[in-house]
């Protein structure tokens, strides 16, 4: 008797694949294809691209492919949909969604602003269905120790983080122009700065925030192709407070005039121009989450080790993991990690985050 759940029917909003193939659902087959993950069917695509929904029906095996994602939710039969829209789609496309009676997962960030995650955790709230955010830096092997170390309180008291994601010079503003308009979701903070955030608030076990601190820069414009949609920050510093008197400090540039540390990404220079940094400090332990490290010991002397982590999540792209997460809750209609409250609760520290870099004042969060 076959025992396996029934494959859920899924569909995805906005079809542009990256050489990891689209968000962890399929995964690359012997003779270079791609194949869904276990448990998926790949039932139908939307994008406003011909190309782009040729290419998930020839390379991918999506059944019917749709121009208007709306027309996809009024015809297709489905289980769950992936929204890769453009973010400042990401509300309606989740609120469509969910109306249609589908489980959703969104592409980070979950909504342009606070006010619109506000809209869309009323819609979950009325909802029977199941919503997630991506967040596929929480599933990866060295993220998922640290938070266990940081709950066992094996690393003391956790009082700090410190996370960056620095490319050099104006290397992101050239291209896209979405990312530099403010009024559709640009800015690096939102872009970049969500990713080292929100895993620094997850590996330190999701504290409440309680004061934010920011300012910001565009120093790129002339790199743009656009100067007059050039509205959103290409810098960004940060300071965030917790309830229980943890900070987490940040760094994020479209570009910068720094030189970054030599990394793998380009291993024929000796420098990096697109670098990432996420640390967390205890009093009895602290750990570089990137790197795989934790440094520990007595006072008077200390050792750094390599992080004990799950065998079974090395090598494993998190975006993989996330994905078959995802698959089982839809297939067990259980909570997903990556909760609404989170959701609602990462886009008020983004929020609060903007305005205060815009008013060059620190924001108390208490009544927000
Ligand atoms: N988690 C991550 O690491 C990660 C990485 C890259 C992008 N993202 C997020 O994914 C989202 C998409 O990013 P992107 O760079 O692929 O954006 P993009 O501008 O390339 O848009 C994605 C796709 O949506 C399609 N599209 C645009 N408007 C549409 C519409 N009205 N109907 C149907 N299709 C439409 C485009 O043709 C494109 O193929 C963003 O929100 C971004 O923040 C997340």
Redesign the pocket.
């Known amino acids: 008797m076959n025992t396996s759940p029934r494959k859920i029917k899924f569909a995805i909003?906005?079809?542009?694949p990256t050489r990891f193939g689209i968000r962890g659902f399929a995964t690359p087959t012997e003779d270079g294809g791609w194949e869904p993950i276990p448990g998926v069917e790949f039932t139908a695509s939307?994008?406003?691209?011909e190309d782009?929904c040729r290419d998930s029906r020839e390379r991918f095996g999506f059944k019917r492919t749709y121009t208007?994602?709306r027309e996809l939710l009024r015809k297709e039969t489905l289980d769950a949909v992936l929204i890769?829209?453009?973010?400042f789609?990401?509300k309606q496309a989740t609120l469509d969604c969910l109306a249609a009676g589908v489980h959703v997962l969104c592409?980070?960030?979950p909504a342009n602003d606070y006010e619109e995650i506000l809209e869309v955790a009323e819609a979950v709230e009325k909802s029977d269905k199941q919503y997630m955010f991506?967040r596929?830096s929480r599933f990866g092997a060295a993220a998922q120790a640290t938070r266990k170390l940081v709950v066992s309180g094996k690393l003391g008291t956790v009082y700090a983080g410190e996370t960056k994601w620095v490319r050099t010079r104006g290397i992101q503003v050239r291209g896209?122009s979405?990312r530099t308009d403010r009024s559709k979701?640009g800015g690096v903070l939102i872009?970049l700065g969500i990713?080292g955030l929100d895993l620094l608030w997850y590996c330190m076990g999701n504290p409440r925030p309680v004061e934010v601190s920011a300012s910001e820069t565009s120093a790129f414009k002339q790199y743009a192709p656009d100067p007059s949609v050039y509205t959103a920050d290409d810098n960004f510093n940060f300071w965030i407070r917790f309830e229980n008197d943890a900070v987490i400090q940040g760094t994020f540039a479209f570009g910068m005039n720094q030189v970054g540390p030599k990394g793998p990404k380009k291993p024929e220079l000796d420098h990096s121009d697109d670098w990432q940094v996420n640390k967390i400090f205890g009093t009895d332990g602290g750990i570089d989450i990137g790197g795989g490290k934790i440094v520990e010991g007595p006072s008077d002397s200390y050792t750094v080790s390599d992080l004990e982590v799950d065998p079974a999540l090395v090598g494993i792209n998190p975006m993989i993991t996330q994905a078959k997460h995802f698959v089982e809750c839809v297939q067990q209609n259980k909570k997903p990690q990556n909760t609404i409250e989170q959701a609602v609760e990462l886009m008020k520290m983004l929020g609060s985050l903007s305005e205060s870099a815009r008013t060059k004042r620190a924001i108390r969060l208490d009544n927000i």
């Open positions: 909003l906005g079809f542009r939307a994008d406003l691209s782009a208007d994602y890769t829209l453009p973010t789609m990401h592409e980070k960030p991506v596929q896209d979405w979701g872009d990713h």
